[in-house]
T-cell receptor
Framework: GENVEQHPSTLSVQEGDSAVIKCTYS??????FPWYKQELGKGPQLIID?????GEKKDQRIAVTLNKTAKHFSLHITETQPEDSAVYFC??????????????FGKGTKLSVIP | GAGVSQTPSNKVTEKGKYVELRCDPI?????LYWYRQSLGQGPEFLIY????????DSGLPNDRFFAVRPEGSVSTLKIQRTERGDSAVYLC????????????FGPGTRLLVL
């Protein structure tokens, strides 16, 4: 099955600086890579996603890059703000049979933005 | 509401008891997933429904866990003879059911087994 590794586990940045979180995956058949933000006591919230036919995607201060050959993808947050502080999860999905597109998650990165 | 809802938000039970956790998916979403999130970990897949049928239950840890979705909308995750190791956040997600479509998560049910 799929295995997703995520680094770093914790990340502290000064407000206004950039933050980068990296993930690798094992299953070359994976074709969809979402990133979720989870605040304390809440469920994961999708912030951006990328599909395997695209190398990069940007949405305001957030961007994601995908390298299919190396099987890794990264989240970039620019001009960080205190409200960006949360746990971020990367995930990968591929068809697992019987119509299931289950997500396999990394272990998460706790981002702290210091004012 | 527009999002996925889950009830109860918190559940405290004693070891050996039976619990039911409910998920209301986004209206019109045919695909429904249950995940379990232990402290400090990412969510882990439990079971997937397409419509009324459990199409993939490969993530259920043992036969104490069971889930239903009788009318293709609301789903209930059932845990028999709860154990302390079952303590976790149980998350539900729904999607349109098309290949690789976004899964939208609910707020989760925090289960504590004493």
């Amino acid at each position: 099955g799929e295995n997703v590794e995520q680094h770093p586990s914790t990340l502290s940045v000064q407000e206004g600086d950039s933050a980068v979180i990296k993930c690798t995956y094992s299953d070359s058949a994976s074709n969809y890579f979402p990133w979720y933000k989870q605040e304390l006591g809440k469920g994961p919230q999708l912030i951006i996603d990328i599909r395997s036919n695209v190398g990069e995607k940007k949405d305001q201060r957030i961007a994601v890059t995908l390298n299919k050959t190396a099987k890794h993808f990264s989240l970039h947050i620019t001009e960080t703000q205190p409200e960006d502080s949360a746990v971020y999860f990367c995930a990968a999905t591929s068809y697992s049979g019987a119509g299931s597109y289950q997500l396999t998650f990394g272990k998460g990165t706790k981002l702290s933005v210091i004012p | 509401g527009a999002g996925v809802s889950q009830t109860p938000s918190n559940k405290v039970t004693e070891k050996g008891k039976y619990v039911e956790l409910r998920c209301d998916p986004i209206s019109g979403h045919t695909a429904l997933y249950w995940y379990r999130q232990s402290l400090g970990q990412g969510p882990e897949f439990l079971i997937y429904f397409q419509g009324t049928g459990a199409a993939d239950d490969s993530g259920l840890p043992n036969d104490r866990f069971f889930a239903v979705r009788p009318e293709g909308s609301v789903s209930t995750l059932k845990i028999q003879r709860t154990e302390r190791g079952d303590s976790a956040v149980y998350l539900c997600a729904s999607s349109s059911g098309q290949a690789g479509e976004t899964q939208y998560f609910g707020p989760g049910t925090r289960l504590l087994v004493l």
